[in-house]
């Protein structure tokens, strides 16, 4: 297994452009507030890279682009109901959103608000059934503990909703939408609860459209990566090499990590569904491109220049400016082509963000 204390920043030591570079004009309109039904009707803007040649297709049309030898790589962490509504002892309301176990009964979450919020005070469930004592706070993040008779995973089911970006606007917990986002913020392929938001490349794909590509001969294998809250965190900093990445687990599976090792070695193709294949795989690679399977966390912040030695093509949704994602998309395709991209899909009035449409960049 691989060290849980391993943290690679590849690009840490290499100067990037400023930060401002990845700022793009988004109309609120364009952020897509609803999926597209079904799942792989949503649009594909479809870019290579060496002739910056485009198409606009949709995701249905995957099984015509890929190529029969590709080895396409998904990432199968599940969400969790993560997002949480407690009452503290005053009445007021709080807003928990449960990161990740530190201990079977204790968890490190997010509070918003947290003011008067200190250590020892007890945050209720609405029907009183349920009190967590904050076991210590700052900034923000606290430690939970659950009282032994309640089981975490059970209370999160019976208690928590869909950790939906704050983007997505929902008037929860009395949305009537609650039921359709807890099934459709979700991958049909998500089997390894621990995500906080959802890895949004895979939302695209339907079970019909995974046969269809296994027919075509596109091998599928996955990896996890729990994402965090730091996927939706802007970049601040003015130049992005003082940003640093909040660490994520993963986990790449002996017989994920031979398949890809196969294919490199056949020079075959990885298509990563998603960024966070892109960090997964880059991390668990060694210096001369060959993958370790394992558990891990990563740290990995990928900007303009890197050298990518696992990634030979991406589905990718539209993200935010600023953003880590887009920085590492700009990295594979090279940010003024992927900003010129991204202006022609908003005149296209392409759907942006988590249930937005998305790009194949090959």
Known sequence: MLDHRFRLQFSETVNGPPTEHFDFRLPPELIAQQPAEPRDAARLFHLKRATGERRHVHVRDLPHILRPDDLLVVNDSRVIPARVFLRKPTGGRVEVLFLEPESPRKWRAMLQPSRRISPGVLLSTSDRAVSLEVVSISGGRALLAFPPHCEPTAFLEK???????????????????????????????????????????????????????????????????????????????????????????????????????????????????????????????????????????????????????????????????????????????????????????????????SYGDCMFIE
């Open 159 to 353: 208690y928590g909703t869909a950790p939906l970006p704050p983007y997505i606007r929902r008037a929860y917990p009395d949305d009537c939408r609650l039921a359709h986002d807890q099934l459709r913020y979700q991958t049909v392929f998500a089997k390894v609860p621990g995500s906080v938001a959802a890895p949004t490349a895979g939302l695209h794909f339907t079970p019909h459209l995974l046969g269809r590509l296994r027919r075509r001969g596109v091998q599928i294998v996955p990896v996890t990566l729990h994402v965090g809250p730091g996927t939706f965190r802007p970049v601040r900093a003015a130049r992005i090499e003082e940003h640093r990445m909040e660490s994520e687990r993963y986990t790449v599976s002996d017989r994920t990590a031979a398949a890809v090792n196969s294919a490199l070695e056949a020079g075959r193709r990885v298509v990563c569904v998603g960024t966070t294949v892109v960090r997964a795989l880059e991390s668990a690679a060694g210096s001369a491109g060959r993958i370790r399977a394992g558990r891990a966390s990563t740290a990995l912040f990928i900007y303009p220049p890197y050298r990518f030695r696992v990634a030979g093509a991406l589905l990718t949704n539209f993200h935010l400016p600023r953003s880590t994602l887009l920085m590492l998309v700009c990295a594979f395709a090279g940010t003024d082509l992927i900003l010129d991209c991204y202006r022609e899909a908003v005149q296209k009035q392409y759907r942006f963000y």
